[in-house]
């Protein structure tokens, strides 16, 4: 058998390294960050405890790691959006990113638990502070260029607003997710930024 070129290995370190990300990205959803162990994540991926630690230094650097991982498609997805403006409107950008946020709850269970267990103990872990603002940072630019792309004056702020407004959605809907009116909730914030013409932009 002739030896693996760099490019196999390259491949196979970037595999298994997804691997456990994505072990330890379902672990800390389900069990929270504190109640899983190294050893819990090694086991779940299928590696040895002592490789794990080739790939990262310490568990508070894979945690740092799986919330980068876990916002990547939506935070690529936005930057793809932003990216076609020129050929998209405002208003359709506007509405792709607000359903795709919506159909994320709907299907991702495991990312807003993570999201919200993260949110409720985060100064307890200040690197990861630093990255959740990272990537609310991230999304938030993401949302002000389309705000200023609909000629709202305030667009920073309106976009901090409808932040905290989808917030507040995520977690009602995981507090009661049979009973929350989802759909409903979706098409009222699209008709006040979108449809509504008696929406004033200020």
Same mark, same amino acid.
């Given at each position: 058998?002739?030896? /693996?070129?760099?490019?196999?290995?390259?491949?196979?370190?970037?595999? /298994?390294?997804?691997?456990?990300?994505?072990?330890?990205?379902?672990?800390?959803? #389900?069990?929270?960050?504190?109640? +899983?162990?190294? %050893?819990?994540?090694?086991?779940?991926?299928?590696?040895?405890?002592?490789?794990?630690?080739?790939?990262?230094?310490?568990?508070?650097?894979?945690?740092?790691?799986?919330?980068?991982?876990?916002?990547?498609? +939506?935070?690529? !997805?936005?930057?793809?959006?932003?990216?076609?403006?020129?050929?998209?409107?405002?208003?359709?950008? $506007?509405?792709?990113?607000?359903?795709?946020? $919506?159909?994320?709850?709907?299907?991702?269970?495991?990312?807003?638990?993570?999201? =919200?267990?993260?949110?409720?103990?985060?100064?307890? #872990?200040?690197?990861?502070?630093?990255?959740? !603002?990272?990537?609310?940072?991230?999304?938030?630019?993401?949302?002000?260029?389309?705000?200023?792309?609909?000629?709202?004056?305030?667009?920073?702020? &309106?976009?901090?607003?409808?932040?905290?407004?989808?917030?507040?959605?995520? #977690?009602?809907? !995981? =507090?009661?997710?049979?009973? $929350?009116?989802?759909?409903?909730?979706? &098409?009222?914030?699209? %008709?006040?930024? #979108?449809?509504?013409?008696?929406? +004033?932009?200020?």
């Amino acid at each position: 058998m002739s030896p /693996r070129t760099k490019i196999q290995l390259e491949s196979i370190k970037e595999a /298994r390294k997804e691997q456990i990300l994505e072990a330890a990205f379902q672990l800390f959803s #389900i069990k929270g960050y504190h109640h +899983t162990s190294i %050893n819990d994540i090694a086991v779940k991926a299928k590696l040895s405890k002592g490789l794990l630690y080739n790939y990262f230094k310490s568990k508070e650097d894979l945690l740092n790691k799986v919330v980068l991982f876990a916002f990547k498609d +939506t935070t690529e !997805m936005g930057a793809s959006l932003l990216e076609s403006i020129e050929n998209l409107s405002p208003e359709k950008i $506007f509405k792709i990113l607000i359903k795709s946020y $919506f159909s994320m709850l709907q299907e991702q269970e495991e990312l807003m638990k993570l999201t =919200l267990s993260l949110a409720v103990q985060i100064s307890a #872990i200040p690197s990861v502070h630093d990255t959740m !603002m990272q990537v609310y940072h991230i999304l938030l630019g993401q949302i002000e260029v389309v705000f200023k792309g609909l000629n709202y004056k305030e667009y920073q702020k &309106e976009a901090i607003l409808l932040g905290a407004i989808m917030d507040g959605i995520g #977690i009602q809907y !995981m =507090l009661d997710p049979e009973n $929350f009116p989802l759909e409903e909730m979706k &098409e009222m914030i699209i %008709n006040k930024y #979108i449809d509504n013409e008696n929406y +004033t932009k200020k």
